[in-house]
């Protein structure tokens, strides 16, 4: 997601009408966050271990993830992705949702990718039957096809005449 096409954040297009409404509320803060890279690859790991920009391979492989240190720390720890388990795309993502618990899949590959809504039912079926569970959602959100990360029922743009259309229906979704 890039924050420039995100109302919230002051772009001209109400692209986030649930979060302006909770911030007119006062019920959520915004800061100016910057991913550490532009490809989720890295970025995430970067965010849930000790690997950083400048050193990513060797800080990577030898750190536990913060999904790890939770489950050592008594969580039940639950990874529910719409994303690929492996590939050159997500086999970093992946080896951390290895740490889990429970793991959920939904996802072969991007092409084949439903809406993020498709995580729903796992996600109603899970029973908090513990004092402490941690949940990692890790969505499809706007990567491309963007034509394919909404509903045709939930949009900004009815029919989209370019591609900046179509990934803003993405955030709006």
Do not use: C
Not at 49 to 58: G, P
Not at 82 to 89: L, P
């Amino acid at each position: 997601v890039n924050k420039h096409h995100m109302g919230i954040y002051g772009y001209d297009k109400e692209t986030t009408p649930f979060f302006s409404s909770l911030l007119a509320q006062k019920k959520i803060y915004l800061f100016d966050a910057i991913a550490p890279t532009d490809q989720t690859r890295f970025s995430v790991p970067i965010l849930h271990t000790k690997a950083h920009v400048h050193d990513f391979k060797d800080a990577f492989i030898s750190s536990r993830s913060i999904v790890g240190e939770f489950k050592l720390n008594n969580y039940k720890t639950y990874w529910i992705s719409n994303q690929g388990e492996a590939g050159e795309h997500d086999s970093s993502i992946a080896s951390m949702a290895q740490e889990a618990d429970v793991r959920s899949f939904e996802n072969v590959n991007y092409v084949s990718a439903q809406t993020d809504s498709s995580l729903l039912p796992y996600i109603y079926e899970l029973n908090n039957n513990r004092d402490k569970e941690l949940y990692f959602i890790h969505l499809i959100g706007s990567h491309v096809d963007y034509s394919r990360r909404y509903s045709k029922t939930h949009l900004l743009f009815e029919n989209p005449k370019s591609i900046e259309e179509e990934y803003d229906n993405t955030i709006f979704y």
